[in-house]
């Protein structure tokens, strides 16, 4: 939902205020994204403009709908944030007078500073057995649950109660204790229970004290740990304290008081006992009046003196032993004023004669003279000796004030270890229950070490708690199956770490403490210097340097350093302590000695410098509190965890007012808030399937509704909500996001809104109609007679003007038909000729047009064609002339080049190295094609790997069909399913109402599987589309990868087609240069031969480093070296080209078999990755770049060599000669320079020319013969000795070209193998689109049929395998539908047979009398019965013991037992047999009592015995004698009167053990019709869409045992349960007036029962349910006027009648109220106004219970006088008698079946 719709005109929402915090509003003015403001109104009609932060775009939180508001549970709210909590709190604290709310998991408690009757014994037993969310919120509800779960769980449960002081927090404890012991009980007789409660006195008289919050506030922590054995009984306890509060021991801040127990000491001192004591008023001592307030305004400490006293009593602590723990405490307040004065400089001194120190002396029993020595010096030690130091006053000081807080430190210790021992476990433990009262987190002007201690202990269970709500949190949605998303919280480790870490504060602090000059600065420098910038989580306060400031989770606190040190240290003066030692005084030395055996178990005693200061091995207070809480929370953990949050409502104590800014404060510490925030991030609001159903049936179109109310929500839902993320469904509840409850709830009052405005608008219609019809009627009377005159006045008028009408239309219509036929004719030849001209015309224009398109288009095709040959012959011409001019140029320049001698020899001299460099490139340029040819293959490769990934496509393809068959296997599973459930039909046909519910499960199960299924199909085809998906994204991947890889393969073919057009280009220029040196070499040798013939000198070898440098000689000498030199250097070069030829060939071979190879494996090589292809590609297009400028900058530089010689040739061919100093012979020295220094680099080369050169020794005359030989013909043999220079020249070319094509055709054959890999590549991949797009074919078609021909269609075209799955589905779901329509009838006609036979039964045994069918005998009997004395006890065994009632009521006479019972006890009557008798009957009682024991849970077994037990009693009235009894019998039956015995005290016995019976049947019944009463009654929707369910979400707990979805529980239920045991009882012959009593007694419990929990349920107090509660009292009534009991039963459930009354009539007006206190006579007045506090609209048409009505009824019922008890007692049984009755039944006409054995019976 867009923020616009939910902030429109009139939402109401909440905006920040500072004085309230939130304060609500409304919107006055639609909002639109981008508004920078809001128009609101508030409450009182103020209107604002509302500025939205533009930094954090933040609107507004929204209120929840009135309805909503009142909640029991906070995260029930639809809107989950801090106002909606606070608001909530307010309404229930303050208008409801309700203390206790829900939030989650945590009871929030608020104090209300008044006391509630909330706390008694009725409210424990109603709340004893309930779950958790069926309650209203109580601290008696989380104690339940928590025992509840022990015994269920078998695990132990800690019950946490947190919160400031003042909160109610020792309170919540007390009570949760008092639970305990109420519920449980003890197992023995030691009263365990009582001395668990009786420690609370005690702990608040030592621990407790008043403070500025609280007038009781606990100054320590205590974790209590009750026991309990495998019965669930409490057997003992345990308590461990945490960091007491010593230091208010010796300061008490203003307004505050110290410890209760000393001025409950105080306020006792006249009492005898305390005389010795010498104490005085409270204001006399100084540790008792620093508050300057010793007196709490309702406190009477006297008193409280008392019940401490007998709590110590109780537990088990001696009067001695009292006494001197009061002794101890009298000498610490003496101690406290013991004055110290000053005594020069540096010391101090207290006066002998001080009284109190006396005093102190004498109650310590210590020596005067050391204690007064030791208060005012310290003991030093040094290595060398020991001396006593005075010290100041202000050291004096604290050192006596140390003292007192350590003895109260340990006498408070001492306490808690004998409490201990009282409450220690008498048997052995099974499990225990863990009450945790502990300090919250706190925060004062100035911040101390206890502070400090309190807070880390609160952030650490802070850190447990979040942990514990995650936990359920995630528990709640793995159970519903909802997809869990980790939800984000606040992780408080951080700020822990800070404290308790490895040099954290308390690290630190010790480490500080264990200094010898240690001080408070010191380790506040400390910390800056470690935490500043390390943690966020510390700060330093801006104007102290002695404070810091840790960011705790719920606040900024400052701590003063002042002090941390010597609270930690808590150190005491060991001298003091050894002079206490030396006392006499056996209380205080055993304080003394437990401190010495802790010492030794912890450390040395704390002692001041050389004995006080800490050692090593002593624990800090701080240790030890890190180390108690570690424990702590270990045992948190292993328990499961309850939370109770206690909130202090305000600062001045008054009743249920409620200051929103302490409150937020606390909400923000105590976590309550976090635990918002956690479940508003998930699915906070909840409901059941059925609850959602009911309240929005409004919201549903007829055809939604369906018999499956959990289908319906399923198709409903999406239709309102259409964000799927805003709700998830669970196995039995629907989860809405925050906000949606409300969004619907706008949704259904739209709605009835607009029904109501229907209905008013068709009522209105309805009366505006019938007053209408009433006027129309008079209205048509007056115009039917006025009507008439003139109709019979118009009719003769008619008439004639109708004769005059019908001749002029004859004549009329005669001439218009003549003039029409005219008209017609004239029209139609004028349009005939018209049409044919038209015609005519258009014809001759379309021939003419296309004749003349016809000629237009010969005539431009000629044109054009002429045009076109001109042109093409002009250009043909011109580039024949400017090729011909070209070529003439060319010609010209050329053969000025050939004529140059010089030149060609510059040419051949510079011709060799560069034939040279080009066969090294050549090499090159050859592993360049290798590389080409490598890459090709690569590139081959991943061809083959993309064909392989998409066959691996392919074959996921077939997964998915191997897939789908793997869901056949639900078939089997449900056929076992069926099989199952047929079994269990078949085992259950006998009885009747088994068989029904059976049936219906059976029907609803079918229906589930059926569900089931189709939603298996649903998400298989949904699997099958993300499938599908899921293939085209793969295709689309595949293809731009193709795309990619095509478009890098024509990259790669452009640039190597660049490379080869550069490469042949290189070649050919190459060809023209060998071209110009032959021709330039042969102009040079014509230029100089006529030097070399003047030459006489002989040629000189050279080495190998100077030939080629020397260049031209000086005369014919240099020439010839040169000459010679030129021919060694043509033979070497001549062998290495061969060499290289031969290498090329041999590479050759080797590259077309590695070709073949690889073509071989193309189909099973792998290549790496395509980036890494692409990165290769790149490298190598770099190194081939690399190398083309290298040979570019080669033919760069020959060029220019060559345009050099050119010149240089011009030169001597002008001067004709080359002289040495010439340009031309510089030119050329210096291309033999350079020649020589690329030689240089070629070694291998240098050295064959060297040897080449050695070897060498030829005379000119024959190099002159070789160069002859040369020009005549070119020999193709390789004589290297006749071969010339050219013809060497010519073979090196032919052998570089040969193998250039060489490698070019292996280039061109790889690449079209190449190719077609790539193009079978591409032909494969397009079968695959192609198949892609069939696919996509055959499911759009598929898509475009209807429903069923869809399912059908798509899946036999697609999948073959999963469309014969689904069929089989089909046919098996036919299948078990008709098995199912079988199974039901055939249970139809089980069910009528056993009804006929159950009839007949009922008819025979009921309806007819019951001495209808016994025979007679023939002879007379005197109605007795001889059993032989042997016999009595396999009498009783067969009669009482094994007897089974309900063949007995079926088959036989009514209380058959008793009259045969009473037939032998007449027999031993008759034989005046007195043991007999006696024996007989008080067998026959214990028998009877041993049955109703054993069997007491069995209502047939006891009410059968108690019918028989009557019966019994009532023969032995019937036939006493008496004469009030025997006139009611007949002559026979007068016979048959005792005559012996007198039986009136086996009477009185008999109604005892018939009372005994009837109570147990009671209980019996109660415990069957108890868990029916609440849902039948007030849960269930009797009147089905009549009712609307309050708009809530269902959060119990998860622990909690959640009873099933009505588990069947309704009231047509319980009305059968009442026939069936009404039936019972009339079966077994039980007396009329007994029934009734019956009855009666069990509509008293129904009706307490459903009264007490309406008054303890607030969201069961509305209109709606009052009506609903009338509907059900009248079905019972009716079910009494049906069976006749309506006598006395009807006037048991008048409170129950009246309270629904309540509900349903006006509250509003005095009138109101007095009618009310007029009507609700059964009702009292407290019940009356906790309904009206608790009664919350349902709908927003309800209206509120104002508070000033309730003070109206408050006063209208304040004359009454009646009980202020809240619930009506459940346990109330009314008392019973038994009126005579005689019996018609004639002894003498019994007859004993022959089914009970009684054979040995001898009739008499």
């Known amino acids: 939902m867009a923020a616009s719709e939910l902030y429109s005109k009139h939402a109401r929402v909440w905006i920040p205020d500072q004085a309230e915090v939130w304060r609500p509003a409304a919107i006055l003015r639609d909002y639109a994204p981008g508004d920078a403001t809001l128009l609101l109104q508030l409450e009182d009609g103020t209107e604002l403009e509302h500025r939205l932060s533009e930094k954090h775009s933040s609107l507004p939180p929204l209120r929840n709908p009135d309805i909503l508001v009142g909640e029991n549970d906070l995260t029930a709210l639809s809107y989950l944030h801090e106002p909606a909590v606070l608001h909530n709190l307010r309404v229930r604290f303050v208008e409801s007078k309700i203390i206790y709310t829900y939030c989650g998991i945590v009871l929030v408690a608020i104090n209300p500073y008044e006391s509630l009757p909330i706390y008694g014994s009725d409210i424990i037993n109603a709340y004893s057995g309930q779950n958790m969310g069926d309650m209203d919120p109580h601290i008696f509800a989380v104690a339940e649950e928590a025992y509840k779960q022990m015994a269920r769980d078998e695990k132990n449960q800690s019950i946490i109660v947190s919160g400031e002081s003042g909160a109610g927090k020792t309170v919540s404890a007390k009570y949760a204790m008092r639970y305990f012991a109420t519920v449980s009980g003890s197992s023995s007789d030691a009263n365990v229970e009582e001395r668990v409660l009786a420690s609370s006195p005690i702990m608040e008289a030592i621990g407790n004290a008043k403070t500025t919050r609280n007038d009781n506030s606990s100054r320590f922590g205590k974790y209590i740990e009750i026991g309990f054995d495998r019965k669930y009984h409490i057997i003992g306890a345990n308590m461990r304290t945490y960091l007491l509060e010593k230091s208010r021991v010796v300061f008490q801040a203003s307004e505050e008081r110290n410890y209760h127990i000393f001025y409950q000491l105080c306020a006792c001192r006249h009492s005898p006992e305390f005389k010795d004591l010498k104490l005085g008023q409270a204001e006399d001592f100084h540790f008792t009046n620093q508050g300057r307030n010793p007196v709490i305004e309702g406190v009477h400490d006297e008193r409280e003196m008392a019940a401490t006293r007998k709590a110590l009593t109780m537990l088990g602590i001696a009067e001695s032993q009292q006494m001197g723990l009061f002794r101890v405490l009298a000498g610490v307040l003496h101690l406290g004023n013991v004055e110290l004065k000053e005594r020069r400089a540096e010391g101090s001194t207290v006066c002998p004669d001080d009284p109190h120190l006396l005093t102190f002396c004498e109650l310590m029993g210590a020596p005067l003279k050391e204690m007064s020595h030791w208060l005012c010096h310290r003991k030093l030690k040094t290595a060398a000796e020991t001396y006593n130091k005075p010290v100041p006053r202000a050291q004096a000081a604290n050192a006596r004030n140390a003292l007192a807080k350590h003895v109260y430190a340990r006498l408070f210790g001492w306490i808690v270890a004998r409490i201990n021992e009282a409450l220690q476990t008498v048997g052995t433990q099974h499990a225990f229950i863990g009450v945790l009262d502990i300090y919250g987190f706190e925060t004062f002007e100035v911040n101390s070490f206890e502070q400090f201690c309190i807070n880390y202990a609160n952030e650490k269970l802070q850190q447990q708690y979040n942990l514990h709500v995650f936990k359920l949190e995630q528990e709640e949605y793995m159970k519903e199956d909802i997809p869990w998303t980790l939800i984000d919280f606040h992780d408080n480790q951080p700020c822990i770490s800070l404290i308790e870490a490895k040099l954290g504060i308390l690290d630190l602090l010790d480490e500080e403490c264990r200094m010898p000059k240690g001080s408070d600065d010191s380790w506040a420098q400390k910390l800056y210097s470690a935490h500043m910038k390390s ?377 060799e190295n560069k034939i040279m460099q080009l066969q090294r490139r050549i090499d090159e340029q050859h592993k360049e094609n290798r590389v080409l040819g490598d890459r090709l293959n690569t590139l081959e490769a991943g061809h083959a790997s993309e064909r392989e990934h998409l066959i691996g496509q392919l074959e996921r393809l077939k997964g998915v069909e191997e897939e789908s068959r793997s869901h056949r296997k639900l078939v089997s599973s449900l056929e076992a399913e069926l099989e199952a459930s047929r079994q269990e039909l078949e085992r259950h046909s006998l009885e009747r109402q088994e068989e029904q519910r059976e049936a219906q499960e059976e029907s609803a199960a079918m229906e589930q599987r059926v569900t089931e299924l189709n939603k298996q199909n649903v998400l298989l085809k949904s699997e099958k589309e993300v499938l599908n998906r899921q293939i085209l994204e793969q295709e689309r991947n595949a293809e731009e990868r193709e795309k990619a890889h095509a478009e890098d393969t024509r990259q790669l073919q452009s640039d190597l087609n660049e490379e080869r057009s550069r490469y042949q280009n290189l070649l050919s220029e190459q060809h023209k240069l060998e071209e110009r040196h032959s021709n330039l070499k042969e102009e040079s040798s014509a230029k100089v031969s006529h030097q070399r013939k003047e030459s006489a000198s002989s040629m000189a070898p050279s080495d190998s480093t100077s030939t080629l440098s020397s260049g031209f000689g000086e ?262 539908d008709k098995l199912s329509r079988k199974m039901k009838k055939q249970l139809k006609i089980y069910m009528k047979r056993v009804g006929d036979v159950e009839l007949s039964l009922e008819q025979g045994s009921l309806d007819g009398p019951p001495n209808a069918s016994l025979p007679r005998k023939e002879h007379d009997c005197s109605g007795m019965l001889v059993c032989k004395k042997e016999d009595e006890s396999k009498l009783l065994k067969i009669l009482i013991t094994d007897l089974r009632p309900r063949g007995v009521a079926v088959s036989m006479i009514p209380d058959l037992p008793a009259y045969i019972l009473f037939m032998c006890l007449r027999h031993a009557d008759f034989t005046n047999d007195d043991q007999r008798a006696s024996k007989l009957l008080n067998s026959t009682i214990t028998s009877i009592k041993g049955v109703v024991k054993r069997k007491g849970d069995n209502f047939e077994t006891v009410s059968f015995w108690l019918a028989n037990t009557c019966r019994l009693l009532h023969c032995l009235e019937q036939y006493s004698g008496e004469e009030v009894y025997a006139k009611y019998n007949t002559p026979q039956q007068k016979e048959h009167c005792l005559v012996n015995f007198d039986l009136a005290g086996y009477r009185e016995t008999l109604c005892v053990l018939a009372i005994q019976i009837y109570q147990q049947l009671i209980k019996c019944v109660e415990e069957t019709l108890q868990p029916m009463i609440v849902p039948g009654m007030l849960e269930q929707d009797s009147i089905s869409g009549a009712l609307g369910v309050k708009a809530t979400g269902v959060r119990k707990r998860t622990c909690s045992v959640t009873q099933e979805e009505s588990g069947g529980v309704s009231l047509e239920s319980m009305l059968r349960q009442l026939s069936c045991f009404h039936a019972v009882l009339l079966q077994h012959g039980t007396p009329p007036e007994l029934l009734r009593l019956i009855v009666r007694q069990l509509f008293y419990y129904i009706c307490a029962a459903t009264l007490n929990n309406l008054l303890l349920r607030k969201d069961m107090c509305s209109w709606s349910k009052g009506l609903q509660i009338r509907y059900n009292v009248c079905q019972l009534e009716d079910w009494l006027e049906d069976n006749g009991l309506s006598c006395g039963a009807r006037e048991m459930l008048e409170p129950l009648i009246q309270a629904a009354q309540l509900l349903q009539v006006q509250k509003k007006s005095q009138e109101d109220a007095e009618l009310i206190a007029s009507v609700c006579t059964a009702l009292t007045a407290v019940q009356i106004v906790k309904i009206l506090n608790l009664y919350t609209p349902v709908n927003e048409f309800e209206q509120r219970v104002t508070s000033s009505f309730i003070k109206t009824i408050q006063a209208c019922l304040k004359n009454r006088k009646e009980s202020s008890q809240l619930l009506m007692d459940t346990k109330n049984i009314f008392p019973v008698t038994f009126p005579y009755i005689p019996s018609p039944v004639a002894l003498e006409t019994i007859q004993i079946p022959s089914s009970l054995s009684l054979g040995f019976l001898t009739r008499v």
């Open 535 to 911: 943690s966020i989580h510390f700060q330093k306060p801006r104007m102290s340097n002695i404070a810091f400031i840790i960011l705790h989770f719920a606040d900024k606190v400052e701590y003063q350093c002042d002090g941390f040190l010597e609270k930690n240290k808590d150190t005491v003066n060991a001298e003091q302590i050894n002079v206490l030692k030396s006392s006499k005084f056996e209380l205080l030395v055993e304080l003394l000695e437990e401190e010495c055996v802790s010492a030794a178990r912890d450390g040395p005693v704390h002692t001041r410098r050389s004995t006080t200061r800490l050692t090593h091995t002593q624990k800090s207070v701080g240790l030890q509190f890190r180390n108690s809480l570690h424990s702590l929370m270990e045992t948190l953990n292993a328990t499961a965890a309850h939370y109770v949050r206690c909130i202090k409502p305000n600062d001045h104590k008054a009743a249920f007012t409620l200051d929103s800014v302490r409150a937020v404060q606390q909400l923000r510490a105590c976590g309550v808030l976090e635990t918002i925030r956690i479940s508003a991030a998930g699915f906070p609001s909840r409901w059941t399937y059925q609850e959602f159903f009911t309240r929005y049936r409004v919201l549903m179109k007829q055809a939604d509704v369906l018999h499956d109310r959990k289908l319906a929500c399923r198709k409903v839902l999406p239709q309102l909500v259409q964000d799927e993320d805003k709700y998830q469904f669970g196995k039995s509840k629907i989860f809405f996001r925050a906000g949606q409850v409300a969004y619907l709830e706008k949704l259904r009052s739209v709605r009835l809104r607009d029904a109501c405005v229907r209905i008013q608008k068709t009522i209105r219609c309805w009366l505006a109609r019938r007053k209408y019809l009433r006027m129309r009627g008079a209205a048509i009377t007056i115009q039917r007679h006025v009507r008439g005159h003139q109709a019979r006045r118009l009719a003769l008028s008619l008439r004639r003007s109708r004769a005059a009408v019908v001749i002029q239309k004859y004549q009329r219509r005669r001439a218009a038909r003549q003039r029409y036929q005219q008209q017609r004719a004239a029209a139609l030849q004028l349009q005939r000729l018209y049409r044919s001209y038209a015609a005519r015309q258009e014809y001759q224009r379309l021939v003419y047009e296309r004749q003349v398109c016809v000629l237009q288009r010969w005539v431009k095709g000629w044109r054009a064609r002429v045009r076109y040959r001109c042109v093409r012959a002009a250009v043909v011409l011109l580039q024949s002339c400017v090729r011909r001019m070209l070529a003439r140029r060319e010609l010209k320049r050329l053969r000025v080049e050939a004529r140059s001698v010089e030149h060609f020899k510059n040419l051949n001299v510079g011709m």
């Open 1115 to 1376: 005369g014919e000498e240099g020439r010839v070296r040169q000459d010679g030199s030129s021919t060694g250097r043509d033979m070497s070069l001549l062998l290495t080209l061969q060499r290289k030829v031969a290498d090329l060939e041999r590479d050759k071979h080797t590259l077309q078999n590695e070709l073949d190879s690889r073509e071989e494996l193309l189909h099973t090589s792998r290549t790496k990755e395509e980036e890494e292809f692409k990165k290769t590609l790149l490298s190598e297009l770099d190194q081939e770049a690399l190398k083309r400028q290298e040979l570019e900058s080669a033919n760069r530089k020959l060029k220019r060599d060559l345009s050099e010689l050119r010149e240089a040739l011009s030169q001597s061919a002008g001067s004709g000669k080359a002289a040495p100093g010439s340009p031309a012979y510089s030119v050329l020295l210096e291309q033999l320079r350079s020649a020589n220094e690329e030689l240089d680099l070629r070694k291998e080369e240098v050295l064959m020319l060297h040897s080449e050169l050695v070897a060498l020794e030829a005379p000119k005359n024959k190099q002159e013969a070789d160069r002859d030989s040369a020009n005549s013909s070119r020999s193709p043999t390789f004589d290297f000795s006749e071969l010339n220079e050219d013809g060497e020249l010519w073979m090196a070319n032919e052998g570089l070209k040969e193998a250039n094509r060489l490698l070019l055709s292996q280039l061109q054959s790889m690449t079209p193998g190449s190719a077609e890999e790539v193009a079978s590549l591409q032909a494969e991949l397009q079968r695959a689109l192609q198949e892609k797009d069939l696919q996509k074919e055959l499911l759009k078609q598929s898509l475009e049929l209807p429903q069923d021909a869809r399912i059908s269609a798509s899946l036999q075209q697609e999948i073959s395998r999963l469309t014969t799955h689904n069929l089989e589905l089909m046919e098996q779901r036919e299948k078990q």
